[in-house]
């Protein structure tokens, strides 16, 4: 599989690819974690088994180390200069899920669910209980910041259907862990996904070392969530080209072969994944959005997604899907909120009762290393590096195994 999952994917066209929802995507993994410990899965599991055989037998203990960012494709580059950097683990693969943002990825991951049954379809998106569009890291109402919280009028678990992983499994007599960030720790989406876990926050690299080794040591039946997200931040403002990128991934991976791999037992299994990856996206390839063009004309409302991927709410659908195929079809596919169920980019399942309404009535995805701006809030900056789109670079990553 590790060879060939990208043949293996369904083509949305020529350079973009549907996430392998079927069995090897991020919601696969969330339910390979719920099987290792004996609990009813709501999808089909990653199959570990198959592609290493038995190295979930015995299993007590499993840790899921996410590198927000890591993209398989950066992880090859970097392999071929530093031939033994993932030379301990057992080289997988997985996909992401749609759109490859971290906000759709994490919650896909942490309830085991696809995102037409959670429901978090992109960074931003309109929700219908405020009127308005929500940006989701936030948990924010437009124009976004703290002063506009959602949590202030409405209950996140009421506003957001989401049983984690973390609370099927605590229920089931497993300790579940999640060391995050100090800064994101409180947040409202950190409280949302990682809900009914027992929470330890870091405040620095090494902090984040020295939280993970406490807890992997402790000798009782877990689940711990590593979560890292400064790689993402350092792609967005650098490039995954960039020194700083490569250098920041490299050390997070020696980190963990030098501090972590020594120290677990023959009880636990090790996993480092990527939610999703990042691709270069030059300024001159940037399409930016204002009032003045056609295009605001035909919204109802501000787009939604983010920059590689949009949804795009209109009541003129036709008019809409007219002007971008003709104007912008080289650079964007332009699909109707219909065409992206029927295709199931979304997933497959129990469809949320409020994900309609959420979805664009168009959603446009962008091709090649192409990208698009609307000009909202004024705050908007040109990123080195971008995701959200169905290419190779944001929808492939890499799954590295570990067992003593």
Not at 73 to 96: C, G, H, M, P, Y
Not at 247 to 261: G, V, Y
């Amino acid at each position: 599989m590790s060879v060939t999952l990208k043949q293996s994917l369904s083509k949305l066209d020529d350079e973009l690819y549907k996430p392998s929802y079927e069995k090897y995507s991020l919601v696969n993994i969330g339910n390979a974690i719920l099987n290792i410990f004996q609990c009813e899965t709501h999808h089909n599991p990653y199959p570990l088994n198959e592609e290493v055989s038995g190295i979930t037998s015995g299993v007590d203990r499993v840790v899921l180390f996410l590198i927000d960012a890591l993209g398989d494709i950066s992880l090859q580059e970097l392999e071929q200069k530093n031939r033994d950097l993932t030379a301990d683990f057992v080289r997988l693969k997985a996909t992401s899920v749609f759109p490859t943002t971290t906000s759709t990825s994490l919650a896909s991951l942490c309830s085991a669910l696809m995102p037409i049954e959670h429901g978090i379809v992109g960074y931003t998106f309109f929700m219908k209980q405020f009127g308005s569009l929500v940006n989701m890291i936030e948990l924010s109402t437009f124009p976004f910041g703290r002063e506009h919280s959602i949590e202030r009028s409405l209950p996140v678990k009421r506003a957001f259907h989401i049983r984690t992983i973390f609370e099927i499994l605590k229920e089931e007599g497993i300790k579940p862990f999640v060391i995050t960030a100090k800064n994101i720790r409180n947040s409202g989406f950190s409280n949302l996904i990682n809900n009914g876990a027992f929470v330890k926050s870091y405040n620095s690299f090494g902090d984040m070392f020295s939280k993970t080794k406490d807890v992997v040591s402790e000798k009782v039946r877990s689940f711990t969530f590593v979560y890292w997200g400064l790689l993402d931040s350092i792609g967005h403002k650098y490039g995954v080209d960039s020194d700083a990128f490569k250098t920041e991934m490299f050390w997070l991976l020696n980190m963990i072969k030098r501090e972590i791999l020594p120290i677990l037992d023959n009880k636990t299994l090790f996993l480092v994944i990527g939610d999703h990856g990042q691709i270069a996206t030059p300024w001159k390839k940037e399409t930016w959005w204002s009032e003045r063009d056609k295009i605001f004309s035909l919204l109802s409302f501000p787009p939604g997604g983010e920059m590689r991927m949009m949804h795009l709410y209109t009541k003129k659908l036709h008019e809409t899907i007219e002007y971008l195929r003709e104007h912008f079809s080289e650079r964007c596919l332009v699909l109707t909120r219909s065409d992206a169920f029927e295709k199931k980019l979304f997933g497959d399942g129990i469809e949320n009762p409020e994900v309609r309404d959420r979805i664009g009535d168009v959603v446009l995805i962008a091709k090649s290393n192409y990208s698009f701006y609307f000009k909202i809030t004024g705050r908007e900056e040109s990123l080195k590096s971008k995701h959200g789109s169905l290419t190779p670079n944001e929808l492939i990553v890499p799954l590295l195994a570990w067992r003593r």
